[in-house]
């Protein structure tokens, strides 16, 4: 399985519209070769880089199956990310330092039952035994770039 976005390359600067200087939405993701008998996706973005450890900027499962996810994706099954609320929030990390963004995607072989606001921990394990296939892709960002 492979993801990738038209809005950065792997392991380059996210593009601050993205973030929490600019409009805050997500990237529109790619997903290639998406494993037959794949039921639904999940989207975890988290930045290992957080001072106080790992940081959750997006937890999102059910979502239909599909080699597109668009830009600011409205996803009703989504979880409390580190910023304490549900949903997408980009990038914004403390000034002067550049983190790191994981954009992780799974295909799995059901739908999760898990209510809205479900932590990525809950999220993770629920997903453990159900994974046909896994995409990663990573991307920077510092603020004022």
């Given amino acids: 399985m492979i993801v990738d976005t038209i809005a950065f390359t792997q392991g380059e600067m996210i593009p601050q519209k993205y973030t929490c200087e600019g ?19 999940v989207v975890i973005v988290d930045d290992p880089d957080a001072p106080r450890g790992v940081f959750d900027h997006w937890i999102a499962w059910n979502i239909p199956v599909t080699e597109n996810i668009s830009e600011g994706f409205p996803i009703a ?8 609320v549900n949903g997408y929030r980009g990038p914004c990390p403390p000034s002067g330092e550049t983190h790191r963004y994981f954009f992780k995607i799974y295909a799995l072989d059901t739908l999760l039952d898990l209510p809205i ?7 993770e394990e629920a997903l453990r035994p159900h994974v046909l296939g896994r995409a990663e892709m990573m991307g920077k960002y510092k603020k004022g770039s």
């Fill in 23 to 41: 409009q805050n939405l997500s990237p529109p993701l790619h997903l290639g070769n998406i494993p037959a008998g794949t039921k639904s996706l």
């Fill in 117 to 123: 606001g479900s932590s990525k921990a809950h999220v």
């Fill in 77 to 84: 099954t989504v979880g409390k990310n580190g910023f304490g």
